[in-house]
């Protein structure tokens, strides 16, 4: 059974149209995570939320969105999608920073057309 | 700062060799955890295993096996009879225990099995 599900699993958008991803959990996990990974390579941060509070990676540009209505529920916005913005968005939950692993959604890949 | 380098970009083995995916890391903690994932062509990151730094004991889960040596700060990953289905990205990571500490990934291994 899935715990950490990503919705949709492809987004086709149109530049500079507003995209919201989505993210749900079924674990209780105090942390959720927003990563994007772009092709080959590592995945890279951009923000979490450790419960309410929330943790915006330094060089997350601003166009990058995100809210936690409450404990499963997480969500990315994306405000005006370039193309450079095209990667694969996971989403991840960890019970608590620093001792855990993460453990990952699907993921959601977007494309900018 | 942390660092995690996976030098080996890609590696092709023949179904049933074993394959060894390296892992090399540097952090100026005295205690933190180590993890391996696997990302198939699906896109999931699947976790595998997590170790913390004072436990050296090596593990064995069915065909996979991890070799952690503190004294060279590496954490080396085995598959054995490697199968095609083990075709994927694999990502070493490490992570502090302090509330805000992040997973830093490597750069990942594709491995390719060939039939």
């Known amino acids: 059974d899935a715990m950490v599900i990503q919705n949709p699993r492809y987004q086709v958008t149109q530049f500079g149209k507003p995209v919201t991803l989505s993210c749900s959990q079924t674990?209780?996990?105090?942390?959720m995570y927003w990563y994007q990974q772009k092709s080959s390579q590592a995945p890279k941060l951009l923000f979490h939320?450790?419960?309410?509070?929330?943790?915006n990676e330094a060089d997350t540009p601003d166009n990058f969105q995100s809210r936690r209505p409450n404990t499963s529920f997480c969500f990315l916005d994306i405000r005006s999608p370039g193309l450079g913005d095209a990667a694969m968005y996971l989403c991840?939950?960890?019970?608590?920073?620093?001792?855990?692993?993460?453990?990952f959604g699907q993921g959601t890949r977007l494309t900018v057309v | 700062a942390q660092k995690v380098t996976q030098a080996q970009t890609e590696i092709s083995v023949v179904e049933k060799e074993d394959v060894t995916l390296d892992c090399v890391y540097e952090?100026?903690?005295?205690?933190?955890?180590l993890f391996w994932y696997k990302q198939p062509p699906s896109g999931e990151l699947v976790f595998l295993i997590r170790?913390?730094?004072?436990?050296?004991q090596n593990e064995i889960s069915g065909r996979y096996s991890w070799n952690f040596q503190k004294s060279t700060s590496s954490f080396n990953f085995t598959i054995t009879a490697s199968q095609v289905v083990d075709s994927a990205v694999y990502f070493c990571?490490?992570?502090?225990?302090?509330?805000?500490?992040?997973?830093?990934f490597g750069k990942g291994t594709r491995l390719h099995i060939l039939p």
């Open positions: 170790r913390n730094s004072f436990d050296e």
């Open positions: 952090t100026r903690d005295t205690t933190y955890y």
């Open positions: 990571a490490l992570r502090g225990l302090n509330r805000d500490d992040k997973i830093i």
């Open positions: 674990l209780n996990h105090n942390v």
């Open positions: 939320y450790y419960d309410k509070d929330f943790n």
């Open positions: 991840a939950t960890s019970i608590t920073q620093g001792r855990a692993e993460a453990f």
